[in-house]
């Protein structure tokens, strides 16, 4: 009764003041002087930064979007970080399954806005009312309207701890399959190794293989880690930043809307399959609502220091270790970190995988269809065997 108890609705209501102070000091940005060299190749391109926040100051309607998101069942619940924010939209099918989805950075729950729909009621989409879930989707701490853990050592390992909590303790839920991507996939990744859950199903890969000097790679595996140093080379300097000094660079991003957005689009331009367009596959009002979403709730922050953590913690499998549970497998041709099915299955209980003809890292946000599918697919192939 007390964790039923506990457990209150909750309406996201951004007051105007908050919206008009974004909009002011939109009106007063000061931007960099564009790049010598070619677009995008030194960051964020300064025109279409321009483009983008010319539309956030006269074009944009948040209140469109808050009432999107208003529109699926919200709840605040007190735990061991604070108030959880989480979405739990339950499926008139009687039958419906428990599905626990985790987002990613940076990211948040409203990715999952066209495909929460789709897995609660899929006979609508092309499924069938046999495959439906009712959907947990919670706000990592420190992300959206989930409190900010005020003690270190929140990584992404415990945070699985304190998810499958709330499935287990606070809803009720002993028997749940758990999908992410993203940080999501670290985290449903543990969930699945530490804790008891029937399936898990991911986009991204999230806890890389032990090896050592008696593991023989593929060729293809080998070619794989030469791109992923290569690209961690190039690509990856925000880890690098994000994961050792996230409060120095936390200060300018929380005071500039400009700031926010000029770190967050090349993002969503680079790990979209969008073909170089950065409205392409993520639509621009999409992209604004992220942002917004950071900058209303002031976490952009917080959410960063989830890299800290994860260097911190203790996030890597041993000799021996591996995902035992049931897992199914999208891989999208734009994943920033894309490994061969060999690779991903010394590391996980492979039992679907999927090679998909398109899409990118926020895969919920451009392919719901696609991944909607893989899902239902996933949920028939672990209850059949």
């Given amino acids: 009764m007390g964790a039923e108890t506990a457990i209150k609705p909750f309406k996201i209501e951004i007051a105007e003041e908050v919206l008009a102070d974004l909009r002011e000091r939109l009106s007063r940005t000061r931007l960099a002087p564009p790049s010598p060299l070619a677009p995008w190749e030194q960051g964020t391109d300064a025109e279409a930064l321009a483009d983008l926040l010319k539309s956030w100051q006269h074009a944009y309607d948040w209140r469109d979007h808050e009432a999107i998101l208003n529109g699926f069942d919200q709840f605040q619940v007190p735990m061991e970080t604070g108030q959880v924010h989480f979405i739990h939209q339950r499926s008139t099918h009687p039958n419906a399954r428990p599905l626990l989805i985790v987002h990613g950075w940076p990211g948040g729950v409203y990715e999952f806005y066209k495909l929460i729909p789709m897995l609660t009621q899929p006979e609508k989409f092309g499924g069938s009312a046999e495959q439906a879930f009712h959907v947990i989707a919670p706000s990592l701490p420190g992300y959206g309207f989930s409190d900010a853990p005020q003690e270190p050592g929140w990584s992404p390992r415990r945070v699985a701890g304190l998810f499958h909590q709330l499935m287990t303790e606070q809803l009720g839920y002993s028997d749940y399959i758990v999908q992410g991507g993203d940080w999501g996939a670290v985290v449903a990744s543990w969930v699945a190794h530490d804790h008891s859950c029937a399936g898990l199903h ?22 794989f880690l030469r791109e992923t140093r290569r690209s961690m080379q190039q690509d990856m300097a925000y880890q690098a930043i994000q994961g050792t000094r996230p409060q120095s ?11 926010l957005a000029g770190w967050l689009l090349e993002k969503y331009r680079a790990w979209s399959d969008c073909s ?10 999409e992209i604004l609502t992220l942002l917004t979403l950071y900058w209303v709730t002031g976490t952009i922050t917080s959410s960063m220091r989830l890299y800290y953590e994860y260097r911190k913690g203790d996030e890597s499998l041993t000799a021996g270790q591996r995902v035992a549970c049931p897992t199914g497998f999208a891989s999208f041709p734009g994943e920033i970190y894309r490994p061969p099915r060999s690779w991903v299955e010394r590391a996980y209980n492979v039992v679907q995988w999927a090679d998909m003809p398109s899409g990118g890292h926020f895969a919920a946000l451009e392919r719901p269809k696609e991944l909607a599918a893989e899902l239902w697919k996933f949920r028939k192939k672990i209850e059949n065997n």
């Fill in 249 to 259: 660079l936390g200060y300018g991003l929380q005071d500039s809307p400009a700031g």
């Fill in 202 to 223: 991911l986009n991204m890969v999230g806890l890389r293989p032990h090896l050592d000097e008696t593991v023989q790679l593929t060729e293809e595996e080998s070619a």
């Fill in 276 to 285: 170089g367009k950065w409205d392409g596959s993520i639509s621009r009002d």
